[in-house]
């Protein structure tokens, strides 16, 4: 998939974050999807100088949103035939 250029705010929409997060190398994208994982449970993700991924980056987001990314993932993850795991 094709890296696509998104602005900051852009990647606040759950279907923008989920082709950024599709575009990533495997390793990567797996890392992301695992912290999204655990913050879409209420968690914070990785610990980082002594606060979390969460507490650092994605403040702002509600776990709902973190459930919309994966759900985007997920489907677009249908769409895109040539997607390499």
């Known amino acids: 998939m094709?890296?696509?250029h998104f602005t900051h705010t852009e990647l606040?929409?759950?279907?923008?974050?989920?082709?950024?997060?599709?575009?990533m190398g495997?390793?990567?994208r797996g890392e992301v999807l695992y912290q999204f994982e655990q913050m879409a449970k209420g968690g914070g993700?990785?610990?980082?100088?002594?606060?979390?991924l969460r507490e650092q980056h994605y403040r702002w987001f509600s776990d709902t949103w973190?459930?919309?990314?994966?759900?985007?993932?997920?489907?677009?993850?249908?769409?895109?035939?040539?997607?390499?795991d």
Not at 66 to 74: G, I, S, T
């Open 66 to 84: 973190f459930k919309e990314v994966l759900a985007e993932v997920k489907r677009l993850r249908g769409l895109i035939k040539d997607y390499d």
């Open 12 to 23: 606040s929409n759950p279907r923008n974050r989920a082709e950024y997060i599709l575009a």
């Open 45 to 52: 993700g990785e610990n980082i100088d002594g606060s979390t």
């Open 26 to 28: 495997p390793s990567m």
């Open 2 to 4: 094709k890296r696509k």
